[in-house]
């Protein structure tokens, strides 16, 4: 069995990556891993055979990022890596680097191009390519491969701009161009052939067929239900302009030539066709559309709900109001917890603990701290009623991810890096139903992912029920 640590955790081509290579569980063991802070560097990697060195400060998704955070994240950080596997023993490092090290918008790329990267994020490659090269040896084979264009289904990008395109627009100029681009499943592919070949060297993998903006327009037009016209007008009007680096980047060709290593002359890899990956891509990101236009609703939903919720259940709020003030004095629990886009917010609860409690997540709080009106109000889950007024107020939805606290930072970047913080938190959800707290921070952030990618409206109403019956469990406390 061969096992593999690769960077970039929760990023498209690990994640996509890492549900490829599991389909063989006897042969292969990944693990993701996140760099962003500085964990990794007590960790061992001495026994895995293969480092996937996959992050990378990206220019697509960085635009005001400085020279000095390139260098650090794409160029310094990939050595640090390569030079701790190497003296760890790993065996093989794998960098994926980019087209951009040529620096070019358009032209047909062979042995015979040297590099000229333009952009901050082509030349901290570039730079990075050549320190890791230097770093080969016969116990350490290193890897570079320069990818296009990567794409699939909800990948981030310039596929996804032809996908909005496509679904929006009546016309579209008719464009003979060709762009060398890859999708995802051939390049995971890609990446089994690499380590299970250790393959060394720099390699340029792509699809068999050149990708054509105005076919590929048309293509996932017509697996979106849409008629879009393709139009040789247009695209006269475009071939005017093709000398501006804007209008060159959308429909001028920009090409690997085939028989470079690692291309589709070279090696099999290419599982899916073009026209079948645009169809697998369309029809994944048409779900996930569905899905986002009926959640449309869910604030209109969660107002009407949960203005009904405090009326039918104003009667229970006054009688564990009047208890609460009986049992400690303080009926309400008040709490700044992390709301969407990481902003703070005052949730409500009623009180179930004493007051003297201190001021951390339930799981780290012992059972002794419950009051005994505390242990009747988390059982049948009523503590959560006053959280209805959050909900009015636009702080929460009735179905999300549970707000945590300021002061659980392992959660908070696990949720970060999920994008969980995307969206508002909710009273109850996916994790809930399933018995994961916030005692399992990463277990507990791809669960929300899970549920956030997964929401519509069925499910909602689904999650709603389902708490209201009783199953699922509230906020974990520690057991004396």
């Known amino acids: ?20 290579i599991n389909q063989h569980p006897s042969l292969y063991l990944l693990e993701l891993m996140s760099v962003r802070n500085n964990s990794w560097e007590t960790q061992s990697f001495e026994s895995y055979d293969t480092l996937i060195h996959a992050a990378a400060l990206v220019h697509e998704s960085t635009k005001n990022a400085t020279l000095e955070q390139y260098d650090r994240v794409n160029y310094q950080l990939s050595i640090e890596l390569a030079k701790k596997a190497k003296k760890d023993g790993v065996k093989h490092f794998i960098f994926l680097s980019t087209m951009s090290v040529y620096g070019l918008n358009t032209g047909h790329i062979t042995f015979e191009n040297s590099l000229n990267p333009k952009s901050l994020y082509g030349h901290s ?21 320069r990818p296009p264009m990567v794409y699939g289904p909800n990948c ?22 060709n762009r060398s681009a890859i999708f995802i499943d051939n390049f995971s592919e890609f990446l089994k052939i690499v ?3 250790k393959l060394e060297g720099i390699l340029y993998p792509q699809n068999k067929e050149y990708l054509n903006t105005s076919e590929a327009v048309s293509l996932i037009a017509q697996y979106s239900s849409k008629n ?36 589709p002359s070279n090696l099999e890899y290419n599982k899916v066709s073009f026209e079948e990956s645009i169809k697998k891509s369309v029809q994944m990101s048409n779900s996930n559309l569905s899905n986002k236009k009926s959640l449309l609703l869910q604030r209109p939903l969660d107002i009407m709900l949960s203005a009904t919720g ?32 990481q902003k703070s917010f005052k949730l409500i609860k009623f009180r179930t603990m004493k007051l003297s409690t201190e001021s951390v997540a339930s799981h780290l709080v012992d059972n002794t701290s419950i009051t005994k009106l505390g242990k009747v109000l988390r059982k049948t889950k009523l503590d959560e009623l006053p959280q209805l007024i959050n909900v009015l107020k636009g702080e929460m939805s009735l179905v999300g991810p549970r707000p945590n606290l300021f002061n659980q930072k392992d959660l908070i970047e696990a949720r970060d890096e999920m994008g969980v913080y995307d969206v508002l938190p909710g009273i109850t959800g996916l994790a809930q139903l399933s018995g994961i707290d916030m005692s399992t921070p990463e277990r507990l952030a791809k669960k ?12 909602y109403f689904s ?13 974990a406390v520690k057991l004396k």
């Open 228 to 263: 879009i016209y393709i139009s040789k007008l247009a695209g006269l009007g475009v071939n005017l302009f093709l000398f501006s680096p804007v209008i060159q980047k959308a429909f001028g060709s920009l090409t690997y030539d085939p028989s470079l290593p690692g291309g």
């Open 463 to 475: 999650y709603i029920v389902s708490t209201a019956l009783g199953k699922g469990s509230g906020d």
């Open 448 to 459: 929300d992912k899970e549920m956030i990618d997964t929401l519509n409206l069925k499910n």
């Open 195 to 197: 380590i299970d070949e």
């Open 125 to 145: 490659k570039a730079k990075a390519e050549e320190a890791l090269l230097a770093l080969e040896s016969t116990e350490f084979t290193v890897t570079i491969i």
């Open 310 to 341: 405090l009326v039918v259940a104003s009667p229970l709020l006054i009688g564990a109001t009047a208890i609460g003030y009986l049992d400690t004095g303080s009926p309400l629990f008040i709490q700044e917890r992390v709301g969407k886009d």
């Open 156 to 177: 981030k990008g310039n596929f996804e701009s032809l996908y909005k395109i496509a679904n929006i627009s009546p016309i579209f100029p008719k464009v003979k161009n």
């Open 1 to 20: 069995m061969k096992k593999i640590l690769m960077t970039g955790k929760n990023s498209y081509i690990a994640n996509n990556f890492g549900d490829f």
